[in-house]
């Protein structure tokens, strides 16, 4: 794919970067050399490779999915201005 001076105007007006005039052809010329790269990769065959991701095998460790309450709610409320009953006291935000 071809990338010609008005093209590459547009691409740097939509990614709102200053191009000076004299820039447009080697940039021009830089981009359609990445596209033809980025089509020979459409050449390879892919049909048996499976999607990956990460390039090393691995599981992540995981922990017991348990519910807990941390077990330090006094501690949590002593930072509130004001409790009832285990609970923060807020205002009423909805009639």
Known sequence: MA????TV???ARLARIEVRPEEC??????ISGIL???????EVDTRNVEPMTSVVAM?????????????IRDA????APEVE???FVV????E
């Open 25 to 30: 052809d080697h940039l021009a010329k830089e």
């Open 91 to 94: 205002p009423k935000v909805v």
């Open 76 to 79: 949590i409320l002593a930072n």
């Open 3 to 6: 990338i010609d001076r008005a």
């Open 59 to 71: 599981e992540l460790p995981r922990r017991a999915d348990e519910v807990t309450d941390g077990n």
């Open 85 to 87: 009953g285990g609970f």
């Open 9 to 11: 105007l547009k691409i």
């Open 36 to 42: 033809a790269w980025v089509e020979q990769l459409g």
